[in-house]
């Protein structure tokens, strides 16, 4: 019994400590901070919509229901609804996305801030909330996410990106594995960050 319990003990702290390495990773940018014209929603004020950021096919993936909503407590749980709202955020475009080749099924979302500062400042509050449960993320039905759910999150701009990402049938994945930082490094830094939101920024000269 006690070397049962030891086992469990040591697979609970392996599994957390696989789950915080990837959040450590998946709010690391790759790429170049965002062009002037989209610092803030003064300089950048026309609301996003589902065409523009999950069109059919978008980064190369199946696109399910995909919805704008004004009202971003949809798209978040727990501490996270008063941060968004103390920050101004504006609308919540989210979209459920499946992966062809895995088959992993994604809740994707962009959150309209007011500014960088404000974007910045929820992107910081998502690790601490995520990890002692006190807020995430929705899936696109509503219901908060399971615990030990890998998320990916990245602000630019005004904006928060953010990916949340289960098996086939909805069911957890190992945090660790190799597919699920080139989803989230695909999805967030390429199709979102560059093909959607940089569109919008002012080139940097």
Do not use: K
């Not at 957390?16 to 990837?22: A, E, H, N, P, V």
Request: charged letters at 15%; aromatic letters at 4%; one cysteine or more.
């Amino acid at each position: 019994m006690q070397l049962l319990t030891h086992g469990l003990g040591a697979m609970i702290v392996l599994g957390i400590l696989l789950t915080l390495g990837f959040l450590i990773l998946s709010e690391n940018p790759r790429r170049a901070a965002a062009g002037p014209g989209i610092d803030t929603r003064a300089a950048d004020p026309e609301p996003l919509s589902v065409p523009e950021a999950f069109p059919a096919g978008a980064a190369g993936y199946r696109v399910g229901d995909a919805v704008v909503q004004a009202d971003c407590r949809l798209a978040v749980t727990g501490g996270l609804r008063p941060a968004l709202a103390a920050y101004g955020c504006s609308q919540a475009v989210r979209a459920a996305l499946t992966v062809p080749e895995g088959g992993y099924r994604v809740t994707a979302g962009i959150l309209n801030l007011a500014d960088s500062q404000g974007a910045a400042a929820v992107a910081d509050r998502v690790r601490a909330l995520v990890e002692t449960g006190d807020g995430g993320f929705t899936e696109m039905s509503g219901g908060a996410t399971a615990a030990g759910t890998p998320i990916g999150w990245r602000a630019h701009g005004h904006y928060l990106l953010y990916c949340v990402i289960t098996g086939p049938g909805g069911e957890p994945v190992p945090a660790a594995g190799p597919a699920l930082g080139e989803v989230t490094g695909h999805l967030l830094d390429d199709y979102l960050t560059e093909q959607v939101l940089d569109r919008r920024a002012a080139p940097i000269g």
